[in-house]
């Protein structure tokens, strides 16, 4: 049998004059990053945003959950926001990561004080609630562990045939990773929640490192930011500190930040941006040197059928042109 062939993944979403719009579950640990995606996909006219459902990450669940309300209320928009997991699925939160993403997640910002508060309802059943009530119709982006889909699928197996996609950012499948050599952070901080994805059956479109690393966000985009939208400031703030960690921290040339979240809200909304390879993929759980490797099996004879469309190439400029754009980088 032949190698999976690369393929661009058809536009499945209707086009921008249609009054149906993709319905979203966005999953988050808003550091800053997170923050990016939550406004890409709030501010989109072909998205509908169903819930922002929290967990612990890059930050606690509580700060999480707070900087998600404030994000939100900074749009405008009536999207509710629900909490999720303090911890992982079988481990405890391994804890926040204030050298990326500030004591706060959002660069140690000032964030507003939300108004609202999370709704009472668990982020599981939640997402539960919504892919039944629109079988086939339910696109799930987490750009966080994967603890809350995953809580979900174990409550109700049977959703897994319900949800129509999986638009995950996570993972690493032929690039190094971000936490250890072969492990990226969100499947890394929840290896078993991502295993239970990646078996689960649900369609999955696994937007990794090897295309979140080639969209950069530099600082001059950043400081051509529109002033007059009530996000400006904020965004400002958490980004450049942000920048300025992955200069410390991950050797970036210059003022210059990846946008990991952002891509993943992106390919959900159009999936022609990204070039996909289908491969068998499944998640280490329990090696000393390859805890939260995304394993993907490329060979020409894989001995599993593929299970996941793994994102290889991204049109960058495209995809960046649109993101300023949509935030008022003009």
């Given at each position: ?44 006219d072909e998205l509908e ?182 996000y400006t400031e904020l ?96």
């Amino acid at each position: 049998m032949a190698a999976q062939p690369e393929t661009q993944a058809p536009l499945k979403n209707p086009p921008p004059d249609s009054p149906r719009r993709q319905k979203v579950i966005l999953d988050v640990d808003t550091g800053v990053d997170d923050a990016l995606a939550i406004l890409y996909a709030l501010l989109s006219d072909e998205l509908e945003v169903l819930g922002i459902t929290t967990c612990c990450g890059n930050v606690d669940v509580d700060t999480a959950t707070r900087n998600t309300l404030a994000l939100v209320e900074l749009t405008g928009k009536d999207v509710p926001v629900y909490r999720g997991s303090a911890n992982a699925l079988v481990r405890p939160f391994a804890g926040p990561v204030p050298w990326i993403h500030g004591d706060n997640g959002l660069g140690n910002a000032a964030v507003p004080e939300p108004s609202r508060r999370p709704e009472p309802e668990d982020a599981a059943v939640f997402i539960c609630e919504q892919v039944l009530r629109y079988p086939g119709e339910v696109v799930l982006v987490p750009v966080a562990r994967m603890t809350n889909l995953a809580r979900a699928y174990l409550f109700d197996p049977g959703i897994a045939k319900s949800v129509q996609r999986i638009v995950m950012m996570g993972g690493a499948a032929f690039c190094p990773g971000n936490v250890t050599p072969v492990a990226e952070a969100n499947i890394w901080g929840d290896p078993e929640a991502a295993r239970v994805l990646f078996r689960s059956g649900t369609p999955i479109t696994m937007v990794g490192l090897d295309v979140t690393m080639r969209t950069g966000l530099t600082g001059d985009r950043l400081n051509r930011m529109d002033p007059s939208r009530p996000y400006t400031e904020l965004v400002q703030q958490a980004v450049r500190f942000y920048m300025r960690a992955y200069e410390e921290h991950h050797a970036a040339r210059g003022a210059w930040c990846p946008l990991h979240d952002p891509l993943a809200v992106a390919v959900a909304e159009d999936p022609g941006l990204c070039r996909t390879r289908r491969c068998h993929v499944d998640v280490e759980t329990s090696g000393d040197l390859t805890l939260g490797m995304t394993v993907v099996d490329a060979r020409g004879k894989p001995t599993a059928p593929p299970n996941a469309d793994v994102c290889v190439d991204v049109d960058a400029e495209r995809f960046l042109a649109r993101f300023c754009s949509r935030l008022g980088m003009v």
